[in-house]
């Protein structure tokens, strides 16, 4: 069985770029957007994954993801929810992890979060200078929120 422990960010400044790779372009829609589920599909670096998480409790949830072929995905991104969530994702290894800046595009433009996945939700991390106000249990920052509710109208 699959655990996601993760934790979110508002980003305060641009400090994070001298860090980063070069980013990979994500498009994802969703197939269902139960407060108990979720069901995602997701385009990125020319693969296609299906991934299937449970309710978010604090900062872990369940979570399930399997690669499927790209024509499968795209297909299946056809039959998403409204809108698709489009995103440029920066990796930055920080500490011994990886922070993962997600930089919104579309109806989320100007959104621009920090996610670091740990071992346990008691996990010590060391919080860099670029690093904002914490997110994690505020579900407007979900993804599968955004396409509810997009950045663009709060």
Do not use: C, H
């Not at 790779?21 to 829609?29: L, N």
């Not at 690669?67 to 698709?84: F, N, R, T, V």
């Amino acid at each position: 069985m699959g655990l996601e422990i993760e934790r979110k960010f508002l980003i305060k400044n641009d400090d994070w770029k001298e860090k980063s790779d070069s980013g990979q372009i994500i498009k994802q829609g969703y197939l269902n957007l139960d407060v108990e589920r979720t069901v995602r599909v997701r385009i990125i670096n020319g693969k296609g994954v299906l991934t299937i998480k449970g309710k978010t409790v604090k900062t872990t949830r369940l979570e399930f993801e399997y690669e499927i072929p790209l024509e499968e995905a795209k297909e299946i991104l056809k039959l998403s929810e409204k809108s698709i969530i489009e995103k440029t994702r920066y990796e930055i290894p920080d500490n011994g992890k990886i922070w993962e800046i997600d930089i919104f595009e579309g109806e989320n433009k100007g959104l621009e979060i920090a996610e670091i996945e740990l071992s346990n939700e008691d996990e010590e991390i060391v919080i860099p200078k670029w690093i904002g106000k914490e997110v994690s249990e505020d579900s407007r920052y979900y993804n599968s929120s955004l396409i509810k509710n997009p950045f663009k109208n709060w």
